[in-house]
Each structure stands twice: as C-alpha cells, then as structure tokens.
C-alpha cells in the first residue's frame, strides 16, 4: 500500500511558475513509476507528465512539454512537478499516481493516486 499526498497547489497569474509535490509514504517508493495527472472541470483526467523508478526516464504530454519538469528524489520519498509558463488552460486538480507496470499514459495503469491538489491560472 502507498499513500500519496499533493501539495503546493494555488492561484496564479499566466505567465508565472508554480512547483507542486507529491510525497509518499508506505512500501518502498522506489519501486514505483510515478506520474502527474490533471483533471478540468466537465473533463476526463489526463496524462501530464512520467517518471520512470530511478528518474532517469522522463515523459510529457505535449501540452506541457518545454514548460513542466517532473522529477524525484527516492531519498525523500517525494516526485515533483515544476511548472512554467502557465496558462489559463492548466487551471484543473492535479494528481500525483504510483504504478508498478503498464502505459505511463493510462490512467488505468495506476495503482495508487493523491487527493488532489487545485492549480488556477488566471488570465
């Protein structure tokens, strides 16, 4: 069993950078593939960006990418999404999730997942 918990959400003007965690606690957090998810009121969660077990294997939507970095530190039990240049369009609930195996992509492939945390970008 793995507990994830999201902070550093909160509201933003375009244009600004906002970094938000995830730390874990439970069975061995290395073990796990991690992802960032996010989901906009009225629409299906979506993919945002992966991390492979070590950190050394990084994914993005194409939304996101050249804009957002995940990243972890297995010592701190903790993966990040460091996010820049924000849009309006980035405003939704974001989601930390765990996953032993399967698609980075899919939500289904997910074992574990955050309560959330509310990012807003205003215009």
């Known amino acids: 069993q793995v507990q994830l918990v999201e902070s550093g959400g909160g509201l933003v003007q375009a244009g600004a950078s906002l970094s938000v965690s995830c730390a874990a606690s439970?069975?061995?957090?290395?073990?796990?593939?991690m992802g960032w998810f996010r989901q906009a009121p009225g629409k299906e969660r979506e993919f945002v960006a992966g991390?492979?077990?070590?950190?050394?294997?990084?994914y993005y939507a194409n939304s996101v990418k050249g804009r957002f970095t995940i990243s972890r530190d297995n010592a701190k039990n903790t993966v990040y999404l460091q996010m820049n240049s924000l849009k309006p369009e980035d405003t939704a609930v974001y989601y930390c999730?765990?996953?032993?195996?399967?698609?980075?992509?899919?939500?289904?492939?997910?074992?574990?997942w955050g309560q959330g945390t509310q990012v807003t970008v205003s215009s």
């Open positions: 439970g069975r061995s957090f290395s073990n796990y593939a």
């Open positions: 991390i492979s077990r070590s950190g050394g294997i990084t």
């Open positions: 999730a765990a996953r032993i195996s399967g698609q980075v992509y899919s939500t289904s492939a997910y074992d574990y």
